[in-house]
Every structure is written in structure tokens, then in C-alpha cells.
């Protein structure tokens, strides 16, 4: 089975705070993203990354910045936590694809709250 | 943008067929159409995904005319577990860049 897992589920931080969000998948997937899910805005890519320490902004990648030192690790940063980062926070694995039909696998999401 | 458009919301009732159209006018040659589910508090989850004609899993069906320009996802006999959003998406972009529209919200009732 496919797994992608996201360190923390629920996190509770104060405003300024640096905020680090885990991800890890099992799959030896290349391509790994970080979206986040907002009521009515539906699922915002913020940062995605296609091999070991490379990564291209999302559309909302301000704010945020991501580290990919393995391949299997893809971790969100938030280096000063604001209450408008509240949210749920979505990573995401693939293959890289000569065609389209590859598969993105989700993880369960953290909820983020900034107080 | 590789953007969709299917609707907001729908209603349907246990034991019925369900099925959600997803339009795609731009759709490219190489793009796959790929359907997820999502329930509350969850990420999302893949449930088929399919290029022209009809495609069948365990779950659901996929059908995707000629000229793909839309497609359809059956659902058949739904249950009050099949409540959820469900997102229509096209895998555009060498790196798999989905791009999330606002999906279809399906309530099933009893």
C-alpha cells in the first residue's frame, strides 16, 4: 500500500513562530507537493519539489519555503507563523511521468491553528 | 490553467446511480482526466482515472466521449458512506502539477 505520512496531525502555534510541517513517502516517488485547503478556496498549491533539493513555487508560496535533503522527506516551513496560515496543510507524492497518467497520492493533512 | 468545471453540488439517495460530469474544453493530448475523493478532515483519495472511452474499477466507472471534452463518473448504488467531495482533475505539467478546482459536493441521504 501507498503511504504518505504527515508528522503531526493537529499543531497549535502562536503567531511567530517558525513551524515545521513533515512529510515522508514510502514509494520512491520523485515529484512531492505541499498544498494547503481552506474553506471555499479548495486545495492551493504552495510549493512542490521534483527531486532532491529542488523545488518551484506554487501559486501561494509566500510565506512559506520547503527543504528536500532526501528524496523520501519534504518538509513545509513556516518561518513566522501568522493567523492567516491557519488551515489544513496537504502533502502529496508522484512519479515523474513521460506521459499523464500518473498517480498523486495524498496524505491525511495537519491542522494548523495560529493563535 | 488547467482548470475543470463541474457542479458545486448534488443529492442523491441510498441505492441510487450517481453520476458527476466534469467538462474539460482544453483538455491536451497528453492529459489524463483523474478523479478524487475527498471526506472531511481527510486527503484527498484517487478513485480511477482514465484517458478516452470507459474505464471500471472496484468503485466507480469512467466514461470520457471522443472527443474529451468531458467526462462522467459513475457511481453506482451509492451509500450515506459516498458522501463526499469529489474533484475532477486534468494531469497537466511534466511534474504531475495538479491544479484543484472547488470539486462537487455529493450528499447522499437515507
Known amino acids: 500500500d501507498v503511504k504518505v505520512t504527515q508528522s503531526s496531525r493537529y499543531l497549535v502555534k502562536r503567531t511567530g513562530e517558525k513551524v515545521f510541517l513533515e512529510c515522508v513517502q514510502d514509494?520512491?516517488?520523485?515529484?512531492m507537493f505541499w498544498y494547503r485547503q481552506d474553506p471555499g478556496l479548495g486545495l492551493r498549491l504552495i510549493y512542490f519539489?521534483?527531486?532532491?533539493?529542488?523545488?518551484e513555487k506554487g501559486d501561494i508560496p509566500e510565506g512559506y519555503s520547503v527543504s528536500r535533503e532526501k528524496k523520501e522527506r519534504f518538509s513545509l516551513i513556516l518561518e513566522s507563523a501568522s493567523t492567516n496560515q491557519t488551515s489544513m496543510y496537504l502533502c502529496?507524492?508522484?512519479?515523474?511521468?513521460?506521459?499523464?497518467?500518473?498517480?498523486?497520492?495524498f496524505g491525511e493533512g495537519s491542522w494548523l491553528t495560529v493563535v | 490553467l488547467a482548470k475543470t468545471t463541474q457542479p458545486i453540488s448534488m443529492d442523491s439517495y441510498e441505492g441510487q446511480e450517481v453520476n458527476i460530469t466534469c467538462s474539460h474544453n482544453?483538455?491536451?493530448?497528453?492529459?489524463?482526466i483523474t478523479w478524487y475523493q475527498q471526506f472531511p478532515s481527510q486527503g484527498p483519495r484517487f478513485i480511477i482515472q482514465?484517458?478516452?472511452t470507459k474505464v471500471t474499477n472496484e468503485v466507480a466507472s469512467l466514461f470520457i466521449p471522443a472527443d474529451r471534452k468531458s467526462s462522467t463518473l459513475s457511481l453506482p448504488r451509492v451509500s450515506l458512506s459516498d458522501t463526499a467531495v469529489y474533484y475532477c482533475?486534468?494531469?497537466?505539467?511534466?511534474?504531475?502539477?495538479?491544479?484543484f478546482g472547488a470539486g462537487t459536493r455529493l450528499a447522499v441521504h437515507p
Open positions: 502529496a507524492s508522484s512519479l515523474t511521468a513521460e506521459n499523464s497518467g500518473n498517480t498523486i497520492y
Open positions: 514509494m520512491d516517488h520523485e515529484n
Open positions: 519539489s521534483y527531486d532532491v533539493k529542488m523545488k
Open positions: 482544453n483538455i491536451a493530448t497528453n492529459d489524463y
Open positions: 482514465g484517458y478516452k
Open positions: 482533475l486534468r494531469m497537466s505539467g511534466g511534474y504531475n502539477k495538479l491544479i
